[in-house]
């Protein structure tokens, strides 16, 4: 079944950066969409970014474009998050996730994009990132 493990949270001053892992096993890597979603204190569930494994498509949400970067090392079954230039508002327990849509890579753009974490069943454990002012 599918396994999910994230790390790489921490404390960093603003300006800083993270790289966060999400290490996959229990099922075909590249048949899926993984990505990250992320809940702040008081705040809903947000997508973060995602990536296709098969062919490195990825979408990121307006509030991070330029500052992090999603990757997959397939042959690691690992997809990172690269987060530079952090801010306090970047303060949340990030969440990954992976998805099999009968829809594909629109299906899963618009479930991030939407915030439909809902409807996802495959979670890793959460890894808290605080970015101090």
């Known amino acids: 079944d599918v396994q999910l493990q994230a790390s790489g949270g921490g404390l960093v001053q603003a300006g800083g950066s993270l790289r966060l892992s999400c290490r996959a096993s229990?099922?075909?890597?590249?048949?899926?969409?993984i990505g990250w979603f992320r809940q702040a204190p008081g705040k809903d569930r947000e997508g973060v970014s995602c990536?296709?494994?098969?062919?490195?498509?990825?979408w990121y949400a307006d509030s991070v474009k330029g500052r992090f970067t999603i990757s997959s090392d397939n042959a690691k079954n690992t997809v990172y998050l690269q987060m530079n230039n952090l801010a306090p508002d970047d303060t949340a327990n990030y969440y990954c996730?992976?998805?099999?849509?009968?829809?594909?890579?629109?299906?899963?753009?618009?479930?991030?994009?939407?915030?439909?974490?809902?409807?996802?069943?495959?979670w890793g454990k959460g890894t808290l990132v605080t970015v101090s002012s």
């Open positions: 229990g099922f075909p890597f590249d048949d899926y969409y």
């Open positions: 996730a992976a998805v099999k849509p009968p829809g594909g890579w629109m299906v899963v753009v618009t479930t991030w994009k939407h915030s439909y974490w809902y409807g996802i069943d495959n």
């Open positions: 990536i296709s494994t098969s062919d490195g498509q990825t």
